[in-house]
């Protein structure tokens, strides 16, 4: 019912600078949180950052001050500018939104690749 597709990934070297971007689709309620969590090999997927539709922001400590969330409500998509991205940055990064209000869901992006390598 909810659609998520992520683009923006790639390839970037080190100190380099992407931005993601996910557009969701479908039966949306206005009020929910959207963010991006990463799985890298070998580890658990993890939150790297989220913004309510409110716009308050909550970042993982690892991307603190390197990355940037916002959102569009209007066209219920998120963004994710990367900066100074390092090699531990690389993994899947999948688009997540959670509805906040009446029944609580979570769809997710099929996720994007990031890969951050010299």
């Known amino acids: 019912q909810v659609q998520l597709v992520e683009s923006g990934g790639g390839l970037v070297q080190p100190g380099g600078s992407l931005r993601l971007s996910c557009a969701a689709s479908?039966?949306?309620?206005?009020?929910?949180?959207m963010g991006w969590y990463r799985q890298a090999p070998g580890k658990q997927r993890e939150l790297v950052a989220g913004?309510?539709?409110?716009?308050?922001?909550n970042y993982a400590d690892s991307v603190t001050g390197r990355f940037a969330i916002s959102r569009d409500n209007a066209k219920n998509t998120v963004y994710l500018q990367m900066n100074s991205l390092e090699p531990e940055d690389t993994a899947v990064y999948y688009c997540n939104l959670r509805q906040d209000r009446f029944r609580k869901v979570e769809y997710w992006g099929q996720g994007t690749q990031v890969t951050v390598s010299s």
């Open positions: 913004i309510t539709s409110g716009g308050i922001p």
């Open positions: 479908g039966n949306i309620f206005s009020i929910n949180t």
